[in-house]
């Protein structure tokens, strides 16, 4: 049974936007109007078969965030392990889901099972909602007959990712606005107070400090040029991120982020964490090695990092062991080579890589603490280093009036 999109007014003329399960068009309006509602527009969901995919949780449809992702798929983990049926499961979900484009992509899914297709058939007709991850897993759980499993464990994988997320943005908050603060401030000084102080020397005729002088550059060039620097840092913005699309760009990019001693070192370690991530739960869910690979390749944004992915896989595919094919690229730590070699060794690949994606992840915590560490106290020296700057440029000229009249 599709399901169908409906905008409608109702007894006091307020729009109301919402989804109903038909066989047709003209029923869902015939059963709008017995509820005493006047149907506007009443359009069938269309399969989203066109729309571009996208490859991990971090890069999906910003109108279903992670967070929804993830509490769906705890929900319809629950409820298929408890032996309800799949379509009265996504039903259900549907139901208790707030977000009005993420209800009509379940119901969408549903009418799919219902007229004989498997799950994974139907998420595939909304890739930028559901990533390859995420599609890939779905299918081989529904292979092996243990969906709800595959699904709880795509549950964990969204809220780990999640919760990473919100820590790394926690941890970012505070700098950023200290940051944002100290700019401001700076070219509150330099745009209104100088100018304010420095006119009491104007009708001396003495020559000024050099300190002095400079300040007052400064402050005459950001009043008579501050709207044309921003605008020139609005366009440079701009190109940015024109260049950012271009491959060639993001690959120079990303090479030279990894040669910054700590920048490149959190950068490599996030991508670590989320390709061992995204392997160990693709390949506990039993899809195979090399798709498994390609997959956790995509959901790197490490351009350099990527690239050796796929080499790596060409070697997989030529029968190298996964730990002997990322050693020979040199771009992924040691650690986790050795975990993964550990894991191939042993047959416990999927716990080892899920050992190396939470070791990775408690260092990257910790890394980001040591910077911000060092970040906080260098920008609050730094503010009271121009200030200082700003006072003695302006007691300079002080000095030196007190010392004539002496």
Do not use: C
């Not at 109903?20 to 003209?26: K, N, V």
């Not at 100290?182 to 020397?201: E, R, S």
């Amino acid at each position: 049974m599709p399901a169908f999109e409906y905008s409608v007014l109702d007894r006091s003329g307020k729009k109301i936007k919402g989804v109903e399960e038909g066989d047709t068009a003209r029923q869902v309006r015939q059963g709008l109007r017995e509820r005493g509602l006047t149907p506007l527009s009443v359009e069938e969901i269309k399969q989203r078969k066109k729309e571009r995919p996208r490859f991990g949780f971090s890069v999906g449809n910003p109108r279903v965030s992670v967070t929804n992702l993830a509490l769906i798929t705890r929900q319809l983990a629950t409820l298929v392990r408890s032996a309800i049926p799949l379509e009265e499961a996504l039903l259900t979900v549907a139901n208790q889901v707030e977000s009005h484009r993420l209800k009509s992509v379940l119901l969408s899914v549903r009418s799919r099972v219902l007229e004989g297709f498997t799950l994974a058939d139907g998420l595939d007709d909304f890739p930028t909602v559901f990533p390859e991850l995420y599609r890939s897993t779905v299918a081989a759980g529904e292979q092996a007959g243990h969906l709800d499993m595959v699904l709880e464990r795509l549950a964990d994988y969204s809220e780990k990712h999640q919760q990473l997320r919100q820590k790394i943005q926690l941890a970012l908050l505070y700098p950023s606005l200290l940051t944002v603060v100290a700019v401001a401030i700076t070219i509150g000084l330099f745009a209104y107070v100088v100018p304010q102080v420095v006119q009491v020397f104007e009708s001396i005729d003495q020559q000024l400090p050099v300190l002095t002088l400079a300040l007052i550059a400064i402050s005459d060039a950001l009043r008579a040029y501050g709207l044309f620097m921003l605008l020139g840092l609005i366009v440079l913005a701009y190109v940015l991120k024109r260049l950012s699309k271009r491959e060639g760009f993001r690959l120079r990019w990303h090479a030279f982020l990894h040669r910054m001693p700590l920048i490149g070192r959190l950068f490599r370690g996030l991508n670590t964490a989320r390709f061992a991530r995204t392997l160990s739960i693709l390949g506990a869910s039993g899809v195979p090695v090399l798709d498994a690979m390609r997959i956790a390749g995509a959901v790197v944004s490490s351009m350099p990092m990527r690239a050796s992915v796929e080499r790596a896989a060409e070697l997989v595919r030529e029968g190298k062991g996964i730990a002997v094919a990322l050693e020979r690229e040199k771009q992924f730590p040691p650690m986790l080579v050795q975990l993964i070699a550990s894991g191939e060794s042993t047959g416990k690949l999927e716990v080892m890589l899920e050992r190396a994606a939470d070791t990775q992840e408690r260092e990257l915590e910790t890394l980001i603490a040591a910077l911000l560490g060092v970040f906080e106290p260098i920008m609050i020296l730094f503010m009271g280093a121009l200030v200082m700057v700003i006072v003695l440029a302006i007691l300079l000229p002080i000095f030196e009036l007190n010392q004539l009249v002496k």
